[in-house]
């Protein structure tokens, strides 16, 4: 938050330095004493696995993207549109929306229901369905048991 502040104002008088770093340990203080930072609105505890789950996301929605081109491009490639149940085993509501939200992102692939325990979703092709059913992705999706409820 400090950082935050010192990048919007530009100050580096020492005494406005040090209300800045007072104004941003407080604001810090009272959100947390205010119980406003809950671990899925601010998801600090799994920051470190959401970057590495966002690099294979990205490989992922670049992969389905050439497939749905090469689907659109080539009449001989099939198209053969579904609507499958997919299992999941996220434990927290943070990791089910990550990975129903994961799924919509994927080029060829639409959420369309989240449930307890499975996501029913609209895949435009068989490879699709297969890709999904193989639970690969709903692997990859980080998930913080511990702050399960």
Same mark, same amino acid.
């Given at each position: 938050?400090?950082?935050?502040?010192?990048?919007?104002?530009?100050?580096?008088?020492?005494?406005?330095?040090?209300?800045?770093?007072?104004?941003?340990?407080?604001?810090?203080?009272?959100?947390?004493?205010?119980?406003?930072?809950?671990?899925?609105?601010?998801?600090?505890?799994?920051?470190?696995?959401?970057?590495?789950?966002? *690099?294979?996301?990205?490989?992922?929605? #670049?992969? +389905?993207?050439?497939?749905?081109?090469?689907?659109? /491009?080539?009449? $001989? %490639?099939?198209?053969?549109?579904?609507?499958?149940?997919?299992?999941?085993?996220?434990?927290?509501?943070?990791?089910?929306?990550?990975?129903?939200?994961?799924?919509?992102?994927?080029?060829?692939?639409?959420?369309?229901? *989240?449930?307890?325990?499975?996501?029913? #979703?609209? +895949?435009?092709?068989?490879?699709?369905?297969?890709? /999904?059913?193989? $639970? %690969?992705?709903?692997?990859?999706?980080?998930?913080?048991?511990?702050?399960?409820?």
């Amino acid at each position: 938050m400090f950082l935050f502040w010192f990048v919007l104002s530009g100050h580096t008088e020492l005494w406005l330095l040090l209300l800045g770093i007072a104004s941003a340990g407080l604001t810090i203080f009272l959100s947390a004493r205010m119980n406003f930072m809950d671990h899925e609105g601010h998801p600090f505890h799994i920051s470190m696995r959401l970057l590495h789950y966002f *690099l294979y996301l990205g490989k992922e929605i #670049v992969i +389905a993207n050439l497939d749905v081109v090469k689907r659109i /491009l080539s009449p $001989g %490639r099939s198209i053969s549109p579904q609507i499958i149940q997919v299992p999941h085993n996220k434990k927290t509501d943070l990791g089910k929306v990550i990975y129903a939200n994961s799924i919509t992102l994927t080029p060829g692939t639409v959420t369309i229901e *989240l449930t307890e325990n499975e996501i029913k #979703v609209h +895949a435009l092709s068989k490879d699709g369905v297969d890709e /999904l059913q193989s $639970g %690969r992705m709903s692997t990859k999706v980080p998930d913080d048991e511990a702050q399960s409820s």
